[in-house]
């Protein structure tokens, strides 16, 4: 009887790899470094959800660049779950730590774009056949209009973030339009090179706004709309699926988690082309607390530009111009934990 709990349980938590970690040392915290350390919150955060479809083969070349180049490879990988990907503009009022002996204790804003895509991560069986595990969420690009989120991000989890100017509605019933404006280059050129700016990125517009009546009363009903979105095509799959995948996320949609998983590097000083430092992380965003949401209407127009430093387009498999049929918005409040290392390079 025993040996049947413990291979229920088993199956609730996803396969725990052994992983050495490098020696830690006592981080030095320079006097005019800001940072908001881990657990914590972003309360009051109103996130406008897009969902779109890309490229399968693009979103299996940013996951083979960023997550499948480790020696796991032989015996993890990681999949799009379909050609799924989910772009959210957020506005986040009240973000701070939970940390209370943190000196440095303070609020910050912050505006942002990121672009969610659900992968698998797959483990290899006896018969050489890639199993799915569980559902993680890899976001390629985020831009953020706060300078001290810019470096937290990218320093404690891997979060690949860049900076950019927005235009935002006041809240949903006027969110007629959405611009992100981020810094960096239109082209690269050696024998002409431009100047950095701040370029038109992403720009987003409701063309027809009949939504129907209604709300979602709380988060099941939110995510099991999000959750229809994100069902794999059939032709698609590289992996099969189990019941340890079906309880993994029965689990994380009982939890309302959001399982993240990031590449966080830093280039060697000596010789800038390589890394001192490469880990996969992986953490969880939480929906700690539900305020409402509903669609935001029938159809949004989403039109990219060509930019040199973020070829989003070309990363993602996207065309210059998307209709979105019936995004939607949410308002919550939102915690993030401490993470954990899921490969170090040694």
């Known amino acids: 009887m025993l040996k049947i709990i413990a291979w229920i ?7 725990k790899l052994q992983v050495e970690l490098l020696p830690r040392k006592a ?3 320079y006097s005019n470094d800001y940072i908001v350390p881990v657990p914590g919150k972003a ?18 070349k940013v996951i083979d660049q960023r997550l499948n180049f480790s020696p796991l490879n032989e015996k993890v990988r990681f999949f799009p779950l ?36 659900p992968i698998v991560e797959c483990t290899l069986n006896k018969n050489q056949q890639w199993v799915a595990q569980r559902i993680l969420f890899h976001i390629p690009y985020i831009f953020v209009d706060q300078p001290f989120n810019l470096s937290i991000g990218r320093e404690e989890f891997g979060f690949s973030k860049s900076f950019a100017k927005f235009n935002f509605p006041d809240s949903p019933d ?6 992100v404006n981020p ?7 050696k024998e002409n090179p431009e100047w950095g700016a701040y370029h038109s990125l992403v ?18 009903e939110a995510w099991k709309h999000i959750y229809k979105h994100i069902n794999p095509n059939e032709q698609e799959k590289q992996f099969k699926e189990g019941l340890p995948f079906l309880l993994h996320e029965l689990k994380d949609f009982a939890h309302k988690t959001i399982p993240l998983i990031f590449l966080k590097q830093f280039r060697d000083i000596i010789n800038p082309e390589m890394a001192c430092y490469q880990a996969i992380t992986e953490g969880d965003g939480i929906n700690a607390a539900f305020h409402g949401g509903w669609f935001l209407g029938s159809e949004y127009s989403i039109n990219f530009e060509s930019m040199a430093s973020y070829p989003i387009m070309q990363d993602l498999g996207l065309p210059s111009s998307v209709i979105v049929n019936h995004p939607f918005w949410i308002h919550s409040d939102l ?12």
């Not at 379909?82 to 973000?95: H, Q, T």
């Not at 006027?174 to 611009?179: K, M, P, R, V, Y």
């Not at 810094?183 to 050129?189: A, P, T, V």
């Open 27 to 29: 981080y030095i915290d």
């Open 335 to 346: 915690q993030f934990n401490a993470g954990n290392v899921y490969w170090e390079n040694k």
């Open 174 to 179: 006027t969110a007629e339009l959405f611009e």
């Open 82 to 117: 379909s050609d799924f990907i989910m772009l959210v503009m957020s506005d986040i009022k009240k973000g701070y730590s939970l940390d209370k002996s943190y000196e440095k204790y303070g609020y910050l804003e912050e505006k942002a774009l990121q672009i969610f895509v």
């Open 183 to 189: 810094y960096g280059f239109k082209n690269y050129n």
């Open 203 to 220: 720009n987003i517009k409701k063309i027809n706004g009949n939504k129907p009546d209604g709300k979602w009363e709380n988060s099941d």
């Open 43 to 60: 309360d009051d955060t109103m996130m406008y959800c897009f969902p779109m479809k890309g490229k399968y083969e693009n979103l299996q």
């Open 9 to 15: 349980k088993s199956l609730f938590s996803p396969p």
